[in-house]
T-cell receptor, first 110, second 118 residues
Framework: DAKTTQPTSMDCAEGRAANLPCNHS???????VYWYRQIHSQGPQYIIH???NNETNEMASLIITEDRKSSTLILPHATLRDTAVYYC???????????FGKGTLLTVNP | GAGVSQTPSNKVTEKGKYVELRCDPI?????LYWYRQSLGQGPEFLIY????????DSGLPNDRFFAVRPEGSVSTLKIQRTERGDSAVYLC????????????????FGPGTRLTVL
């Protein structure tokens, strides 16, 4: 699976949009982009995933660039409860493993 | 519905002892995964079950680690002769339809078991 690069940490003001970037320049055509987050002392939580098109669900939006070499996770109205480590993972659909990096620690400030 | 549950939530043991960690997956999920997370790191894959069989155990660090899923539901991760380096959070996840790439391929994680080896 392709390797991903994320900033170590980011800050966001409560109520504002949080935009978390991820670079995956070696992604292959059959690899999906997954986002998980992990709130302190909890297990990872699935957020969203996509292949080529932008995706939106009740939690977030995923914007994938046309060349698929990078993506952005958008939390439209961040709350204090969104403070967590966010992991961007690239995975082939046929590959069952999730390979986690160190992720981005997002801190939402009041 | 009920999510993935893991017991115990915390386990403290002494070096050299044997421990068992239990995972109850979401009902109906055929795939079950174990991961290990050390402090400050992301989770690392240990083993994957499809039904009752271990389809991939390549992430198990050595032969002191073993996992079973005898009836295709509950799984137990067993660690023999524990060492201080085994201290970590052990995470379990399950998914309904692995390898599909779709939403049914999503892995749902439990809260983990924090193992401390003194």
């Amino acid at each position: 699976d392709a390797k991903t690069t994320q900033p170590t940490s980011m800050d966001c003001a409560e109520g504002r949009a949080a935009n978390l970037p991820c670079n995956h320049s070696t992604i292959s055509g059959n690899e999906y982009v997954y986002w998980y987050r992990q709130i302190h002392s909890q297990g990872p939580q699935y957020i969203i995933h996509g292949l080529k098109n932008n995706e939106t669900n009740e939690m977030a939006s995923l914007i994938i660039t046309e060349d698929r070499k990078s993506s952005t996770l958008i939390l439209p109205h961040a709350t204090l409860r969104d403070t967590a480590v966010y992991y961007c993972i690239v995975r082939r659909g046929s590959n069952y493993k999730l390979t986690f990096g160190k992720g981005t620690l997002l801190t939402v400030n009041p | 519905g009920a999510g993935v549950s893991q017991t115990p939530s915390n386990k403290v043991t002494e070096k050299g002892k044997y421990v068992e960690l239990r995972c109850d997956p979401i009902s109906g999920h055929t795939a079950l995964y174990w991961y290990r997370q050390s402090l400050g790191q992301g989770p690392e894959f240990l083993i994957y079950f499809q039904g009752t069989g271990a389809a991939d155990d390549s992430g198990l660090p050595n032969d002191r680690f073993f996992a079973v899923r005898p009836e295709g539901s509950v799984s137990t991760l067993k660690i023999q002769r524990t060492e201080r380096g085994d201290s970590a959070v052990y995470l379990c996840a399950s998914s309904p339809n692995p390898g599909s790439g779709g939403l049914t391929d999503t892995q749902y994680f439990g809260p983990g078991t924090r193992l401390t080896v003194l």
